[in-house]
């Protein structure tokens, strides 16, 4: 995986400007990182290099936000993943998933939309276990593209939870996803090289950068302001994968 210094210097860029996106919302990483990095690279090693840069990225948020995680509403999230993420390296390294992907996007569209437009509206406190669903299609979406986010944020938005009870909440479930992520890639699809470890960990110095920033800007913004954030950032890969 040839990089020159031109484009390396681009994805420090990227790499800065997608975790600043993540330590403000929860999220993003993969929708602003994967939607450049795909014009650069090969889109497979553009998933897995940005999931080399990943790893660095959840285990610092996840240590940060820790006392603010719940348990029961991660766990149902992570054993969703554990079956969809298979699927999707699958398909990955395989096949075809255009209608699929338009599927999906349509519901993120829809959600997202109803939630910018009622940003007040009552959560309906669904069963946690709704994770599972939510779960697996984020771990199949992470598997094929590396934006395994958006059906976790919409499970825990409609769980009622507060802009640092989303951010923990989901650091835990990427934390859990990049690790079982980066384990199936080098031990099933042999897709993992050690130019993608390398570049990876050179990124992490931008990355921690923008995480730090990002974190410092989400500090003074309420939670409904927040939801109306992420509503609105869903809004894009929503429109990516139905536009795909």
């Known amino acids: 995986m040839p990089i020159s210094a031109a484009e390396f210097a681009l994805l420090c860029a990227v790499a800065l400007a997608s975790a600043a996106v993540q330590g403000f919302t929860?999220?993003?990483?993969?929708?602003v990182g994967m939607s450049v990095l795909t014009l650069l690279l090969d889109p497979r090693d553009a998933n897995v290099l940005w999931t080399v840069v990943a790893l660095g990225l959840t285990t610092c948020m996840w240590w940060r936000t820790r006392r603010h995680m719940r348990w029961g509403l991660v766990l149902p999230l992570a054993v969703g993943m554990l079956i969809g993420l298979p699927l999707g390296l699958w398909v990955l390294s395989t096949g075809?998933?255009?209608l699929l992907k338009r599927l999906i996007g349509g519901a993120i569209l829809l959600v997202a939309g109803y939630s910018l437009a009622n940003p007040h509206v009552r959560p309906r406190r669904l069963s946690p276990w709704w994770g599972l669903p939510a779960g697996t299609v984020g771990g199949f979406m992470s598997g094929i593209s590396g934006m395994g986010g958006p059906s976790a944020v919409i499970f825990l938005l409609l769980q009622g939870q507060d802009k640092e009870g989303i951010r923990a909440n989901l650091a835990a479930?990427?934390?859990?996803?990049?690790?079982?992520?980066?384990a199936m890639i080098g031990l099933r699809t042999?897709?993992?090289?050690?130019d993608h470890v390398a570049w990876g960990v050179l990124l992490w110095a931008p990355?921690?950068?923008?995480?730090?920033?990002?974190?410092?800007?989400?500090?003074?913004?309420?939670?409904?302001?927040?939801?109306?954030?992420i509503?609105?950032?869903l809004l894009v890969p929503g429109a990516l994968l139905v536009l795909g």
């Not at 929860?26 to 929708?31: K, N, S, V």
């Not at 479930?173 to 980066?182: M, R, S």
């Not at 042999?190 to 050690?194: I, Q, R, V």
């Open 173 to 182: 479930y990427f934390a859990a996803t990049v690790v079982v992520k980066l």
């Open 26 to 31: 929860g999220f993003g990483f993969g929708l």
């Open 231 to 233: 509503s609105a950032l």
């Open 207 to 229: 990355m921690l950068v923008g995480v730090a920033l990002g974190m410092r800007a989400s500090r003074g913004v309420s939670s409904v302001a927040m939801r109306r954030i």
């Open 190 to 194: 042999h897709l993992l090289a050690w």
């Open 96 to 98: 075809s998933t255009a």
